[in-house]
């Protein structure tokens, strides 16, 4: 199957008060012509679908418009998590609509893993997908499955014992993925991240994602990159520049093939659509 990873779109944000939304609606046309070119079968997108808990009604007409044409009419699945900067309800609440079309939209960590089937291939997929964990969305996931001293161990050990928890469904016959937003120790943050959490209690070590994952779809972070560690761990980062920090990156989007038991091996598809900050 052939999967790509994107995130932190933050449509509805301004730059010292310009508009981006016409840059945001020429990276997802781009977008759509590339699933459609590289007969892609499963879109990731890793959070901060918004850059605010209450977006303009311009950019949620974006999203929802652009993920229908993703999925296109169910002929490829779309898995969406939310990231800090988004409402989780409100990010959710369309997903049993959203679900007829093949779109799995999920805004709070949830104890299951995700199974999907790729019709192109008649292969399963197994996603571990934990939207942004914030200190009180994991204690309360938490409370019912783990020990008290689970409850009491530091964020990262936290992270961990759920993503394991989930994980124990991989199985050899699968492509199996982890998809979240957060910050991974060795991770490098650009200005545009706010407000965000990066270091101090808030820090996931990589050993917490090392979990039997195939590929390991991060977002939170704006610069593309991978993290160094044993299991293939990247930000895809996000596909416009959103401060003048970023101004030079390059931006894009992250494609990769996969079948059970196979290496990951990410290649980056360069995006043309957003203007330097």
Sequence with gaps: MRILHTGDWHFGRTLEGRSRLVEQAAFMDELVQIVQEESIDLVLIAGDIYDSVNPPAAAEQLFYEGIARLADGGKRHVAVISGNHDHPDRLA??????????????????????????????????????????????????????????????????????????????????????????????????????????????????????????????????????????????????PIAYSFSEAGQAKSVTVLDLAPGQAAEPREIFLTSGRPS
């Design 93 to 238: 609440a369309s997903g049993p609509l959203a679900a007829k079309q093949g779109i799995t939209l999920i805004g709070l960590p949830v104890p299951d893993i995700q199974t999907i089937g790729i019709p192109r291939t008649g292969e399963l997929t197994k996603l571990v997908a934990l939207p942004y964990p914030s200190e009180s969305r994991l204690k309360e996931l938490l409370s019912d499955v783990a020990e008290e001293e689970v409850l009491r161990s530091k964020y990262s050990e936290r992270v961990g014992a759920l993503i394991r928890k989930q994980a124990a469904s991989f199985e050899a016959g699968t492509v199996n993925l982890i998809m979240s937003h957060l910050y991974v120790l060795g991770g490098h943050e650009t200005e545009s991240e706010r407000p965000i959490q990066v270091g101090g209690a808030y820090t996931v070590d990589t050993m917490a994602l090392t979990a039997g994952a195939q590929y390991v779809a991060l977002g939170h972070l704006h610069r593309p990159q991978n993290v160094k560690a044993d299991s293939p761990i990247r930000y895809c980062g996000s």
